[in-house]
């Protein structure tokens, strides 16, 4: 299939270099981590691709590749690292892969407000590190820290793995630029909190690059703990662990490291195919003088609970492997491997309901089902699953998938849970939000295509429309 015609256009308009159409980076952003996508490649199939893929190296370039795309009718889909798992950057209706990641430039670190602004490009780890080496951390780790960019955590509403002390994305970004799908560049006010109207970045956190091209994130740092302190316990049931995470959270106890396992993962997470029961990992850091007694206070309530003190030398372990997914994704990439995450989120008078109701209704599609909690908040959790198997071929495993996706949000509302907690909406829950957003729904459609009036940017995405000249 040859080049359309405006890639020459985009390339006058750009610069040389500006533009690529080579077939390699075509399908390096026809593919994101999404089981399904894994699966398509694996069949040797290419459903969506974009004609030509642009990497700018500043927001003006960004802007002038907007604003020529809105009046071209030519599609634009914002791709960070691709580690998406739900589909969200890839290009329903060809056009531009508008890759950011030649945008990576840390722009300023401001250690008194605590706070640095960065390039939306820039690679999450790398990031991390470099404000480590200043004595500061983001607060924000996700695992995929390694494989996914700081624009990509605000345009999923992502959360790591220490949100319990840190909060989640939308939490930590003080400021965002953001490139309108009309071109022009709008800066969110720069100030620790304001009364000034409705809160303009949450236009954009959770928006799947469908309302513009952030450019620029302003986010906040934190002064690295003086000390760190962890320990496992062993549960015999969920609903103990499940009773623990609920009274930390209430007594107002935030251990940056929260997560429980129930009797299928605890095996994985304790590395021991005999371990007997639910486990949990507890981490509290901060102020020397302060975590000990968070610590003890932390601790109290879980044997309270019923748990059982195993050691720190499980969480140690958890804590140096905490990026490598490899078990999960070497399932997956197996002549018909299965292998899928699902992430929601309940209140606590509810959750354990609905662990129970998605473990049942997907139990019988995996070898295996594996549940934690992760994320806690006062007034409920979030709830992982992660499914393990295998089937005759790939095929096969890209039918099972759509399945088990509507056993598993069919049984998330009808239990009121949100259908993500982290990982958002992209392909794979499209069909589900109108149901799960309701009377906002068309409140969100009617966002979307006022900052988006002729459908460019990310179109077919959170029940944004292609506009009628969208090109292929
Ligand atoms: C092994 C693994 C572990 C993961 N763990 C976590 C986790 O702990 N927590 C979590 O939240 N997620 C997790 N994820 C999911 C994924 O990493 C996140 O959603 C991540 O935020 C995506 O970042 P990315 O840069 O790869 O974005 P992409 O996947 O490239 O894009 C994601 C979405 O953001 C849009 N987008 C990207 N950049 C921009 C921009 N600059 N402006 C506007 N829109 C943009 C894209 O169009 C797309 O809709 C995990 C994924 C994997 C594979």
Redesign the pocket.
């Known amino acids: 299939m040859g080049a359309p015609a405006w890639v020459g256009e985009l390339e006058r308009l750009l610069g040389p270099g500006m533009v690529s159409v080579g077939s390699d980076d075509v399908a390096l952003h026809s593919f994101?981590?999404w089981p399904v996508a894994v699966k398509w490649r694996q069949q040797r199939k290419q459903p969506f691709r974009p004609a030509a893929v642009v990497r700018p190296t500043t927001a003006m370039l960004v802007s002038r590749l907007v604003r020529w795309a809105n009046e071209r009718g030519v599609a634009v889909?914002?791709?960070?690292?691709?580690?998406?798992?739900t589909g969200?950057?890839l290009p329903l209706h060809g056009g531009v892969a508008l890759d950011?990641t030649s945008m990576s430039k840390v722009l300023f670190l401001d250690p008194t407000n605590l706070m640095v602004r960065v390039q939306?490009?820039k690679l999450g780890l790398e990031l991390e590190n470099e404000m480590q080496a200043h004595g500061f951390t983001l607060g924000h780790s996700?695992?995929?820290l390694d494989?996914?960019?700081v624009?990509?955590?605000v345009?999923?509403r992502?959360?790591?793995?220490f949100s319990s002390r840190y909060g989640s994305i939308e939490d930590l970004v003080v400021a965002l630029s953001v490139v309108l799908p009309t071109g022009e560049l709008v800066e969110t006010p720069m100030v620790p909190r304001a009364a000034m109207g409705p809160d303009l970045r949450h236009l954009f956190i959770g928006a799947?690059?469908t309302t513009?091209?952030?450019v620029d994130v302003t986010l906040k740092l934190f002064p690295l703990p003086e000390l760190r302190l962890l320990e496992a316990l062993h549960f015999e049931a969920v609903a103990e662990g499940v009773g623990a995470m609920r009274e930390i959270t209430r007594a107002g106890l935030r251990p940056f490291l929260l997560r429980f396992y129930d009797e299928d993962e605890a095996r994985y997470a304790m590395v021991d195919p005999a371990f007997d029961g639910c486990a949990m990992f507890v981490g509290v850091e901060g102020l020397a003088r302060v975590a000990p007694a968070e610590f003890d206070a932390t601790l109290e309530i879980c044997e309270r609970q019923g748990g059982h003190r195993l050691g720190p030398a499980a969480v140690e372990a958890w804590m140096d492997r905490r990026f490598d997914?490899s078990a999960v994704e070497n399932v997956l990439l197996a002549p018909g491997g299965l292998a899928e995450t699902i992430e929601i989120a309940g209140f606590w008078d509810q959750i354990l309901d609905t662990y129970t109701a998605m473990k049942g209704a997907l139990a019988p599609y995996a070898r295996e089902v594996l549940g934690h909690f992760s994320h806690v908040y006062p007034q409920g959790t979030s709830l992982y699953l992660i499914l393990l198997g295998q089937v005759a071929d790939d095929a096969a495993a890209e039918e099972l998938l759509s399945r088990i996706w509507e056993a598993a949000m069919r049984a998330a509302l009808e239990h009121g849970a949100a259908i993500s907690h982290?990982?958002?909406i992209g392909l794979v829950r499209l069909s589900y939000l109108e149901e799960a957003l309701g009377t906002g729904f068309p409140l969100l459609q009617r966002v979307i295509s006022s900052l988006d009036p002729n459908g460019v940017m990310?179109p077919g995405?959170l029940g944004h429309q292609p506009g009628p000249s969208v090109q292929e």
């Open positions: 994101d981590a889909t914002p791709w960070g690292l691709g580690s998406s798992v969200a950057p950011m939306a490009g996700p695992q995929s494989r996914s960019t624009g990509g955590w345009a999923s992502g959360t790591g793995q799947e690059g513009g091209v952030i997914f982290h990982h958002g990310n995405k």
